[in-house]
């Protein structure tokens, strides 16, 4: 098993930014086999959104369009941690972020249901 726990949410005008952190913990042995770690987003009304995602071991990283040259995905394996940057923020960015790791093999980073874990969310609210 993998917890997940994401901070860094908050409320901002529209052009600022914000960095959200998400902390992996667990047995080593899961820790270790984690593929890759994503980032989503969920508005109210709205479906669960792939943001960003980063391979566990590479680091390479997957973007949404609509976030591509604003947001950035980063990790600190020593650490545990996994990180989005998100600069430029617009009010459609306004929803709950969630981290989700994922063991699974492949490269289906953009789908929810291939990860396994999930943090419990954190609100990101960008007023105009």
């Known amino acids: 098993q993998v917890q997940l726990v994401e901070s860094g949410g908050g409320l901002v005008q529209a052009g600022g930014s914000l960095r959200l952190s998400c902390a992996a913990s667990?047995?080593?042995?899961?820790?270790?086999?984690?593929?890759?770690m994503g980032w989503f987003r969920q508005a109210p009304g709205r479906e669960r959104e792939f943001v960003a995602a980063?391979?566990?071991?590479?680091?390479?990283?997957f973007y949404a369009d609509s976030v591509k040259g604003r947001f950035t995905i980063s990790r600190d394996n020593a650490k545990n941690m996994v990180y989005l940057q998100m600069n430029s923020l617009k009010p459609e960015d306004t929803a709950v972020y969630y981290c989700?790791?994922?063991?699974?093999?492949?490269?289906?980073?953009?789908?929810?249901?291939?990860?396994?874990?999930w943090g419990q969310g954190t609100q990101v609210t960008v007023s105009s």
């Open positions: 980063i391979t566990w071991s590479g680091g390479s990283s």
């Open positions: 989700a790791a994922s063991p699974r093999g492949g490269r289906d980073f953009y789908t929810a249901s291939w990860y396994n874990y």
């Open positions: 667990g047995r080593t042995f899961s820790i270790i086999s984690i593929n890759a």
